[in-house]
């Protein structure tokens, strides 16, 4: 269910990030090792950055596999961006929306992705549809799970809440509503990157004044640290914070007798 990265630090070739590396993101598009939900990411992808001073970002996306787009290799040896978050996808249902459907889906300064599935989509999300202003659902890039998590977040980004409570507040209802959801959340706003462990993997890597967060290590370097899960991480140059998650199914569950002391 798709693989993606997120970079913040210095300038960096796109290409550098995403396909020298010898397991960068180009190649998990096809042979990801630590997938636990499907084995081919070949149903699009797309990469997003951050130009100069514009705190509106650029997006490069194709409904096909990453390998077979002539350009995008020329493309990546010459864009250089000190924010970078990029996706290579594995469609949970098959659709009609080619590349609207993958990410970075984007809005003002902007971008996310996600990576897991919504059980039972879109019957078991519809109460949350009510949430939202019509606007927002009738605008939505695409008729997938993604895109309407990722409606959920804007609507608390545009009503002022920060990206870490956006992200947890929308996992948590979204949970509560599909339990067994995987929601692996990536978002940047340009400066930071911010993120979701939720039932699939989630790494990092520092160095000084960068940081890489990912679905998988994109090479062997020991420094990678696995996120545990259940966890929220906010990255930026200098620094990456992780805060544990309230489980909405745990918060629930029946207590046995035994368990309670009785």
């Avoid at 993101?25 to 096809?30: A, K, V």
């Avoid at 996310?112 to 879109?122: E, I, K, L, Q, T």
């Avoid at 290590?217 to 899960?229: A, I, S, T």
């Avoid at 200098?238 to 918060?251: F, G, I, Q, R």
Wanted: proline letters at 8%; a negative charge; hydrophobic letters at 45%.
């Amino acid at each position: 269910m798709c693989r993606h990265l997120a970079y913040v630090g210095p300038e960096e070739p796109l290409g550098a990030l995403l396909v020298e590396p010898a397991h960068g993101l180009y190649r998990q598009s096809w042979a990801p090792r630590r997938q636990r939900y499907g084995t081919v990411n070949a149903d699009g992808f797309g990469v997003g950055w951050y130009a100069g001073d514009d705190p509106v970002p650029a997006r490069y996306r194709r409904a096909g596999p990453i390998w077979a787009d002539l350009s995008f290799a020329d493309l990546a040896r010459v864009v250089r961006s000190r924010v970078v978050l990029a996706a290579v996808r594995d469609a949970t249902l098959a659709g009609a929306d080619a590349e609207a459907a993958a990410a970075p889906f984007a809005a003002g300064p902007w971008l996310f992705s996600h990576n897991g599935a919504v059980p039972g989509w879109p019957g078991s999300l519809e109460p949350l549809a009510r949430s939202l202003p019509a606007a927002a659902v009738l605008s939505m890039e695409a008729r997938n799970d993604s895109a309407f998590v990722w409606a959920l977040v804007l609507a608390r980004l545009r009503a002022g809440d920060t990206e870490g409570q956006a992200l947890a507040d929308t996992v948590q209802e979204v949970a509560a509503a599909a339990p067994g959801s995987r929601l692996n959340l990536l978002l940047s706003n340009g400066d930071a990157v911010t993120a979701t462990a939720w039932g699939d993997t989630l790494w990092y890597l520092t160095e000084p004044g960068r940081a890489v967060v990912a679905s998988e290590p994109y090479d062997d370097d020991p420094r990678w640290q696995e996120v545990p899960d259940r966890t929220l991480l906010t990255a930026t140059r200098t620094e990456v914070l992780l805060t544990p998650l309230k489980d909405p199914s745990a918060e629930t569950a029946p207590v046995r007798p035994e368990e309670s002391g009785s």
